[in-house]
């Protein structure tokens, strides 16, 4: 019986690379894009998220009227056209200006909205876009009153379907209406309009600043209020 | 270089059409009607029918007296005209030089072809794909090209070495050069019954005696032909169609018979590495009339079962207005978009689940409520386009960290659409107080902050002019709203929400 020699290396402690086949490269890929969040370039939005938006998740962000949500759900747009990435926006309420959107720094050309007229064509219309493949689908209820909410097993489904294809649906509405469907919810709680000028002078909105509250499932509740200020573009 | 003809041959080929529409009626005895009307003729017998001594010419009553059991179908042109292009395909993957001499009968230009044998069997393979029988000749001219493919049987093939078409056409039967009916009876009066008998006489002999038909059919029976292969300019779409023997009118039906025809399609334009983001078809009615339609897709595809979703969503949502007795698809053809598999990238939508989705999102909402959103080059902010949404390629890397980040963000208004009619109380022009008109979206409240007026005016040149002075105002409800006092209607709104 000879000795072997314990001379020989190992492949894995050769060094630091690791050959492996196309098939893992792109399933390690895969991966890493889903476990990547969604960040809507807003630090103090992505920092009650852990970064962003978390993929394969439903989120909800809810508040009352001028508080901030369209444009977090628009930043969240732009966020994900700009990484190329397509997605859409259902929106109920019929709400979205193009040029706005633009302005906003949303990639039109890859952007789908679609507007539905009752709230079971928005989750249809958001249930078959999470099906096709979007990244983000932002699902906006509106601001007409009384607010829609839908069937809990209608949200559960959309859940599901978002975590099976690791996309990201933010819905946006004036309350909440997932249920425990969501992954996430983030409660806009007040807005406050910041003006320029004071007194007789004349007024100018240079936009609003809101507290925003977040709660996630399965966690103690540390949710942080911080502020937001939008601010509009100077014309 | 001596030129060199191939024929590639579908013999009865009104009858090799209806059996590639209804592939289960072979083996039978069958014939194809001129139409289905009292006194239609045969045009023509299959194998079967033959044997029994029915014929072409022969009317339906008298084929049925000959064979009780005959079974007859009727000569569909959108079949035959599916068939015809089906066979140019075939052809065309071999030589882009062909010409169609009548239907069933397709010439190619193989000068220079080293490898006849192999040329001849992949026209076979090609048209026993197409679900064509087809037969090939090949030789130095079309004459004897196409009479060697006649002497065939099914799925065979005959090669007529250089040089010898004439005597390859010596032996043969003078109905092989289709000689005009006139002609033919002098021939035969003088005797005449084969080729080579033809062949031997004085080319002037003939010529004075039996005029330009006669001279042609001389140098056809020395293997020359009367003119050279004219070839035709190659297709630039691809289309397939068929025939229903009784007028459909349910959608499951259809689709079943439809499904065939896209299918062909997709594998034509597959074979030439192309693909179509428009499908034009054309629906023949009961008992009369066409009825046409386009099917977009947002990036061309050569999978028939999206062309088959989209189809039956389009029909789902306007039947045709009568019965349908046949179909024709024509696809425009283009280079498909290549499959994005990028490694770094974020992925692609897939081109065939995207067109299916946007169909059937139409289907859910109407055509005019989804798509990509556009500016409009006006002043009114409540102005919108829509376009089809057919989104760029990903990019190869993924873009970390798009935009700049900021705590500042544009804001964001809700258009609403339509304005929402408001009552507003005034001071001077100063508004003070709001309250919507609009139950649905209540807006109610003093006026804390009021910012403006900045007027906008357009269009104030033609029929519809706008003029409007628009507001900021902060109201008492929490609410932030964009309004304007139309003055051309007297009247106060809010068209959006900041948010």
Avoid at chain 1, 163 to 169: I, Q, W
Avoid at chain 2, 108 to 119: N, Q
Avoid at chain 2, 366 to 375: N, Q, T
Avoid at chain 2, 417 to 441: F, H, I, K, Q, T
Wanted: glycine content about 10%; hydrophobic content about 45%.
């Amino acid at each position: 019986m000879r000795a072997s020699s314990s001379s020989e290396k190992s492949p894995r402690s050769c060094g630091s690379s690791e050959l492996v086949t196309g098939a893992e490269l792109l399933r390690r890929q895969a991966e890493r894009g889903r476990s990547r969040p969604l960040a809507t370039r807003l630090p103090v939005f992505d920092g009650l998220q852990d970064g962003g938006l978390t993929r394969g998740t439903l989120i909800e962000l809810c508040g009352g009227r001028s508080t901030g949500r369209f444009a977090v759900g628009l930043a969240a747009l732009s966020a994900a056209t700009r990484a190329g990435e397509s997605a859409a926006l259902v929106d109920l309420g019929d709400h979205l200006d193009p040029r706005g959107a633009q302005e906003a720094g949303v990639v039109l050309e890859r952007l789908l909205w679609l507007r539905p007229r009752r709230l079971k064509e928005a989750l249809a219309g958001a249930e078959m876009l999470l099906a096709a493949g979007f990244a983000l689908v932002v699902l906006d209820l509106g601001e007409r009153r009384p607010g829609p909410e839908g069937p809990p097993e209608a949200w559960r489904r959309l859940a599901r379907l978002a975590s099976e294809r690791g996309a990201v649906l933010l819905v946006v509405a004036p309350s909440p209406v997932s249920g425990g469907s969501a992954e996430a919810v983030v409660t806009a709680l007040e807005g406050r309009a910041v003006w320029l000028g004071e007194g007789l002078s004349p007024r100018l909105l240079a936009g609003i600043s809101v507290r925003l509250w977040a709660r996630r499932r399965r966690r103690p509740e540390t949710g942080a209020t911080m502020s937001l200020s939008f601010r509009e573009e100077k014309r | 270089m001596a030129s060199r003809r191939a024929c590639l041959l579908v013999p009865s080929f009104p009858l090799a059409a209806r059996l590639r529409a209804e592939p289960e009626a072979g083996g039978a005895a069958l014939v194809v009607l001129s139409d289905m009307r009292a006194g239609a003729r045969v045009v023509a017998a299959s194998i079967e029918a033959r044997r029994a001594g029915v014929g072409e010419g022969l009317t339906w009553a008298q084929a049925r007296a000959m064979l009780p059991g005959l079974l007859a179908r009727e000569r569909q042109a959108p079949g035959e005209d599916a068939a015809r292009r089906a066979l140019l395909s075939a052809a065309e993957a071999f030589s882009p030089r062909l010409e169609e001499a009548e239907p069933g009968v397709v010439f190619l230009d193989v000068d220079g072809e080293p490898d006849e044998k192999g040329l001849a069997l992949g026209l076979l393979a090609r048209a026993r794909r197409e679900r064509l029988p087809a037969r090939v000749g090949v030789a130095g001219g079309m004459t004897a090209a196409r009479a060697a493919a006649e002497s065939c049987e099914e799925d065979g093939w005959e090669l007529v070495p250089a040089g010898q078409d004439q005597a390859f056409l010596a032996p043969r039967p003078l109905s092989c050069l289709r000689p005009p009916a006139t002609a033919a009876r002098t021939l035969e009066r003088w005797g005449l019954r084969r080729v080579g008998d033809l062949a031997g006489l004085p080319e002037g002999e003939v010529a004075s005696r039996l005029g330009r038909e006669g001279w042609l059919l001389h140098r056809a029976a020395r293997g020359l032909d009367a003119r050279p292969l004219v070839p035709r300019r190659p297709a630039s779409s691809f289309s397939d169609g068929a025939g229903f023997d009784w007028p459909i009118n349910d959608l499951p039906s259809f689709t079943a018979a439809a499904a065939p025809v896209l299918l062909r399609l997709a594998e034509r334009l597959a074979e030439h590495g192309l693909a179509s983001r428009r499908l034009e078809l054309a629906f023949e009615l009961d008992p009369q009339g066409r009825e046409s339609r386009a099917l977009e897709l947002a990036a061309p595809t050569a999978d028939a079962r999206t062309w088959l979703a989209l189809l039956a969503l389009e029909l789902e949502r306007r039947p045709p207005r009568a019965p349908v007795t046949g179909l024709t698809a024509l696809a425009v053809p283009e280079a498909p978009r290549a499959a994005q598999l990028t490694l770094f990238g974020p992925p692609a939508l897939s081109p065939d689940a995207l067109s299916t989705t946007i169909a059937r999102l139409a289907a859910l909402v109407g055509e005019d409520r989804v798509g990509c959103p556009a500016a409009k080059d006006t002043r009114r902010p409540e102005s919108f386009g829509l376009k089809t949404y057919a989104p760029p390629p990903p990019p190869e890397q993924a873009v970390e960290g798009a935009g700049s980040v900021s705590n500042a963000a544009f804001t964001a208004v809700r258009v609403l659409r339509p304005a929402v009619p408001l009552e507003m109380l005034c001071v001077g022009e100063e508004p003070r107080r709001a309250r919507s008109l609009d139950a649905g979206l209540p807006i109610e409240g003093d006026v804390v902050v009021a910012a403006g007026p900045w007027r906008m005016l357009e269009g104030w040149w033609g029929e519809d002019p706008v003029e409007r002075d628009y507001w900021d105002l902060e109201l008492s409800d929490h609410g932030l709203y964009r309004v304007y006092y139309d003055l051309r209607r007297k009247r106060w709104y809010a068209d959006g929400i900041y948010d």
